[in-house]
């Protein structure tokens, strides 16, 4: 019972953390990939981190509108066969707050590591 | 081995879809390339699974509430969209080179106000709203905003009204502060009430202009730049 608890407790610790990131996350995934649809995003993130991060539709889909709210991201739509699909990409706005949050990412993990890991500094 | 949905299937997705209270057909064809992509790339791996099979099995990942976070968040993102809009071209009157044109009519206003003899406050006050009921009539023979299909079709459009709803509210704040001054000579010029009323009638005309003329122009070239797939025609 206890594992099953603790499991339970550590995956919504993840998700937490999962969606703290999942801004730049898609950012990130976009400036290398040019231009990206929504499950094609949740797909790539599977792939990169051999299935450890799984984005929900719940969460993508939000953060993708609200990007798109900020002019970080922009879509374009067009048609694959007997649908109409929607793709996301950057902006230049978007390109210069990737560099932002890359850097504060990065700051934020190098700070973790030295609370977590004091030895190590 | 087939790689995409066929049209039968897809329009089977558009049902299921709607029948989960998805009744925007904008969010309704971004939830089915969703859902047809990961259906495809299950029946990618194991061709032998039904449709309907993959469909509930893909269905059952989403949140107990189905698509309506997805829902929720890209109508409160639109609404906010069109409030940035419309204030961001608003407050372009108090910029270069607009704010002389701003500025211009404030004091054109205020002078007719402060003597007094060409009009008073509560003549200018039903010119606005005649010239809002001609806004309206001009709408309603060119314009879109009546149209049942788009309030209930289109969540880009929805959104749009919706926001555009508010400008009314302007109007009940005008006879309120006329009210505080009963007399048809406002006051003399440089008074702050004169000066604050003629600025409130600026912002009343610039309105009716942005939303008569203006706001369904950036409504159209958000509708040509990202939703042409819909085929939308505003007049």
């Not at chain 2, 089977?12 to 969703?34: A, P, R």
């Not at chain 2, 610039?206 to 505003?234: C, D, G, R, V």
């Amino acid at each position: 019972m206890l594992p099953k608890i603790l499991r339970y407790i550590f995956t919504c610790m993840n998700r937490n953390l999962l969606r703290g990131s999942l801004e730049t996350i898609v950012i990130k995934l976009l400036s290398d990939n040019n231009e990206m649809y929504g499950y094609e995003i949740t797909q790539k993130v599977k792939e990169l981190t051999s299935d450890e991060f799984k984005i929900t539709e719940g969460a993508l889909y939000p953060t993708l509108h609200k990007l798109e709210g900020k002019g970080i991201l922009t879509c374009q739509t067009r048609s694959i066969g007997n649908r109409f699909r929607k793709y996301y990409s950057l902006t230049e706005a978007g390109e210069s707050e990737l560099t932002i949050m890359l850097q504060d990412m990065e700051d934020y993990i190098k700070n973790m590591r030295l609370i977590l890991n004091p030895q190590l500094s | 081995m087939k790689n995409q949905l066929s049209k039968e299937e897809i329009n089977e997705l558009f049902t299921f879809v709607e029948s989960k209270n998805i009744k925007y057909l904008d969010v309704q064809h971004e939830i089915v390339d969703h859902l047809a992509s990961a259906i495809e790339d299950v029946q990618k791996a194991d061709p032998a699974l039904s449709f309907n099979k993959v469909l509930n099995q893909v269905y059952s990942k989403f949140p107990i509430t189905g698509f309506a976070v997805m829902v929720l968040a890209k109508e409160s993102e639109l609404k906010r969209f069109w409030v940035k809009k419309f204030l961001s071209f608003m407050l372009s009157y108090m910029k270069l080179p607009k704010i002389i044109i701003a500025a211009f009519l404030i004091f054109i206003f205020q002078t007719v106000l402060s003597t007094g003899l060409l009009i008073n406050p509560k003549q200018l006050y039903f010119i606005l709203i005649i010239l809002t009921l001609c806004s309206a009539a001009y709408r309603y023979k060119y314009g879109f905003e009546f149209k049942k299909e788009f309030r209930n079709k289109y969540l880009v459009t929805n959104s749009y009204l919706f926001q555009y709803g508010g400008i009314w509210m302007a109007y009940f704040f005008i006879p309120y502060y006329i009210s505080l001054d009963t007399t048809s000579e406002i006051s003399y010029f440089g008074n702050i009430s004169s000066w604050l009323l003629s600025s409130y009638i600026t912002l009343a005309f610039l309105w009716i202009h942005a939303y008569t003329f203006e706001f369904p122009k950036m409504l159209k070239q958000e509708l040509e730049e990202k939703y042409s797939h819909l085929n939308i025609k505003l007049a």
